[in-house]
């Protein structure tokens, strides 16, 4: 059973609404915590603790870059899971085309991404 199990912890990672839009996110390139923050209109503590969890599966990872921590898929192949959840859907005639990933700049948005600044606030 221990297969069956690794493999249930890893797509249990995934298994999160947000958690799956983070993905989504990340697929386009890194981004800090408060980009995340801005696209998905959620507290940091509650952003943060799913890029927690995402991480300790191995599916993302972090770099600083002095205050800013910035977030990117450890394995790219996690899209393609992704993708093969919704063509499944689809198959099953349940829509699950999501909204596309807003581009930078983002609206309300503090981090160097969006605003040419060096650090976040």
Known sequence: M???????ELLKALAHPVRLHIVEILAQGEA???????????RQPYISQHLMILREAGWVQDRREGTVVYYRLADPRATEIVA????VLRAR???ASAPPVPKSPVDGCPCPKCTGGDTCP
């Open 2 to 8: 221990k297969p069956y199990t690794d493999q249930a």
């Open 32 to 42: 800090c915590v408060c980009h995340l923050v801005a696209i998905l209109k959620q």
């Open 84 to 87: 093969l959840a919704c063509a």
């Open 93 to 95: 005639g349940i829509p």
